[in-house]
């Protein structure tokens, strides 16, 4: 039946026993793709059901479908056309793992982090009206998602602007990890409360029966019932903000979920319609373990066993024991991470310190703040994010952390080049977004070695706000040193000492600096290899003796050029007057970067040794005079 459906038309031609094999068929489907192509498999077996609904109730590309963060949207994708290309899924040139607008009219809104939906939802109602359009504007939102602080602004919003729409809440107890907070547990109670059930369906039939006997009675009538509401009626604070709470509704039951559809359809006014799913749901391996099913790379789809990657450590594996290793040595040490326990490699550090580890939820700029606040108290927090994350904490970096000069370690995992996320989840920009903030320095590693060094130093230092920066994926297989040492703040490395051209590498560019310089053995030339190891402060010694000796400098960074470190080596030389010194700049240009390997990647912007290789040769003596 799949493969029948081509759009949403011709799903709602099908009965209700055809629309629960259609279902059947679509998590067959997911289940047995992604073991290859890997993706979010958990979050899509989970909305199943609900995504035929919505489908089948709505008219999409009329009405706006938004889901937030996306990676629940593979179902959608499935349902609107384009299931003959899943096999492309996260791969270069292929199906986004995202909403993506250049795709399909049916994606009409493009996310990847969390939290933007209800935001894009009343943009997109408050535009309807005023362009005095009819459709319906539906954002579906997880209880993950929903702990966010732009969730709550928006919320905000809706309830003050009172247009027509619907948030469906996609509660499975779960964000990656187990979720967290107030708002989590409140949710509990709507979703487990069966008295609170009841008694809202009692009240409201009692007050139906009520005869409508003028005006004293039924301003009366709605008294009771707003008293009652505090007491007995689940979804209160969503009523108390302006919201018509319906629910909660079994998100696997199809027929339930269009009847409460249909019902939200004809409500006036912001409606949420709160939706109980499992995440994971009819995969066994996937249900049992949804933290581990949440996105992952390839599995056994009969038994459910994940395929490890064979290698080196991962950097992240390298934080998780240095941080177990340094949180015994110093019990001033605080971990937050913000809803990536797992991620992040903080799970140990939970285990072994619950008392220093602080999960905030998907709440990344409340995460920054408190950070901070911390750090005033004297001691010592580390907040592990993505660096495509800490995007969202900006202003809490720069306006609480950096100007007050707080000592606070930021752990950047997956900096740089991220791969088959793609375009919304490259870590690219941290260089450039930190490196402008006064009292910030910022460090990366050249190896895994290197960057338990690195973390040992950020802990040591006393001077304000450090940034590590890391990349996804294995370290380079160098053998781990016993005793950590602090690395001199603003110093780099000569790891080879050449002449007439100095590739200058930013972290995880020192091998592939390395490399090109192997090539050019061969040819005879040696050009000086640096291992800058910070971006702020550069090594400005260094820099002003290659200029005055005379050399050409090429930098390499896994970062976008503009802004990036190096901007920072041109600013720097030519700040001090060196204005012949040859700078060439390699790194990320300036556009988003689409999903593929992260080797595909860098061979799309030229980011490779033998581009390098090539640049050094043209900057070669020999060649620039015959030039
Ligand atoms: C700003 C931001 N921080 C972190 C993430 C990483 N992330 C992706 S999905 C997710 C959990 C979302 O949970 P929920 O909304 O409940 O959806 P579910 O996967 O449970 O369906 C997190 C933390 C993100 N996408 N965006």
Redesign the pocket.
Known sequence: MLASIHSPEQLKKLNSQQLVQLAGEIREFLVSNLAVTGGHL??NL??VELTIALHYVFNSPQDKLIW??G??AYVHKILTGRMDRFDTLRKYKGLCGFPKCSESVHDVWET????TSLSAAIGMAIARDLKKEKNHVVAV??????T?GMAFEALNHIGHEKKDLIVVL?D?E???AE?VGAMHNYLSNLRTNGSYIQAKKEVESLLKKIPAVGGTMARLAERVKDSLKYLLVSGVLFEELGLTYLGPVDGHNMSDLMENMKRAKKTKGPVLLHVITK?GKGYGPAEADSDTF?GLGQYKADSGEVIKAEGPPSYTSVFSRTMVQLGNEDERIVAIT???PGGTGLKAFAEKYPDRFFDVG?A?QHATTLAGSIASQGLKPVFAV?ST?LQ?GYDQLLHDVCRQNLNVVFAVDRAGLVGADGETHQGVFDIAFMRMIPNMTIMMPKDENEFQHMLYTAFHYDQGPIAVRYPRGNGEGVPMDEELHEIPIGKSEIIHQGENVAIIAFGNMVPTALQGAAILKGEGMQPTVVNARFAKPLDEELLFTLAREGYSIITLEEGCLTGGFGSAVMETLSQAGFYHTVVECMGVPDQFIEHGSVTEQREEMGLTADVLAKKVISLWPAQRQRA
Not at 141 to 146: F, K, P, Q, R
């Open positions: 958990a979050p989970g909305v937030d963060v990676h629940q990847g982090h969390s939290s939102i997880g209880d993950g998602a929903l966010g996609n499975n779960m964000s990656i979720n995440k949440h913000a809803a990536m998907i990344e993505y994350f969202r």
